[in-house]
């Protein structure tokens, strides 16, 4: 039986406080003449140590390819370069079968200033999740990970902590050929896994997380970071400590343990259109409902970006992540595939593949069903597509028009927990982002920035 289970919200309440934080700057962009999104870099060479520039960033410490940039509206005051990333999304999620939201909005704001021969950065970003979220989460089918009440999610994607990072990254050049790096953060991102879910190009506009994060970005809010590392134009190779518990059910505040997690990846960008980076990482005791159990997690990435006409860019990502628990055997692995193509002013298309070897105990699986399992796990995918019309412009930003449909494949040993072997989802929504300014204006932009 197909049962919907609509999950109500208030939508006034998301729209007064997604407002309030979202739109705000970007009001206030559309009143200044310099606040344009997408101007042009600052020129002072510190601010672009060995050639590797501001849009080169991804969460955390990640790199993304040179061809694209996350869509942002920049400003300058005094020394400070301020750039500032708002994504809102008001969503509306059915999701098929017995086990069958709503989401807020992120804003991010990047604040960089040359310091000492090199680049500083100070990178808040705050996500309105545990505002807008009920129940532990917007239902997502097949998504495990974190806690509500006690009781581990299940099919539901968690809210993310408010403070989602608050960190401090300084980056200078050594010598011709090689810098430094040092990334600060009390919430932030340690050098493991692919760049997280939101600030890929390939998934930015998707209102929905993967189903394998807790496989590959999930530690994008560790609360205690502290990487290091060195780079060249091409390469980087870093190193972190920090903090691998996830954060608990307690959304405003800081949850800080000691830093007894480590990690290591290694970021290669041949040429401005791919970005790779492999990692591995150790993280004590992820879970808090799980003391005693530590997890060895690795990844593999993959980023490819190109401009299409006009406004138009299309990013592609493939990612491997996979945990291994010291008292399980094996790995259990994950793999996904998306992209996401904006055709022009109006159209933006974007797909997931994903594949992802669940322990039964994360589904909530158990009794008969459990015999089915291969090392007491099963393996689940994800496929899903959505497409966004925009509906009109304000001020810096754009507004469309989502929708995501999705299907899910479960062995049948589930096809009675979830109502069919081909549990689906869908997903309506209203999304507003900076805009991307077309390359030729771009172009346009840098030659009124350059003195002659
Ligand atoms: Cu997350």
Redesign the pocket.
Known sequence: MFRLKWVYHSVATLAVVVGAIVFAPFLAAAQNMKGMPGMAMPSDPAMNPLGVSMDRMGSGTTWIPDALAIPSVQFSAADWHLALHGFAFGQYDMQSGPRGGNQAGRAMLMATRAVAGGRFQARAMLSLDAATLRDGGYPLLLQTGETWKGKPLIDRQ?P?DFWMELGLQYERELTRNVGFSVYVAPSGEPALGPV??MHRPSAMDNPE?GIG?HWQ??T??SFGVVTAGIFSRRWKLEGSVFNGQEPDENRWNFDFHPLQSYSGRVTFNPDSSWSMSAGYGFIKEPEASDAGHSMHRTSIALQHSRRLRMAGQWATTLIWGANAHADEEGLSQSILAESEAILDERNTVFGRAEYVQKPAEDLGITGTALTAADHGRFGVSRLSLGYIREIGTFGAATIGLGAVGSVNFVPSALERTYGSSTPTGATLFVRLRARIVPQHDMHDMHNMERPK
Request: net charge negative; proline share 0%.
């Open positions: 968690h993310h997280a879910f997380a994060h970005d999930a994008h809010v």
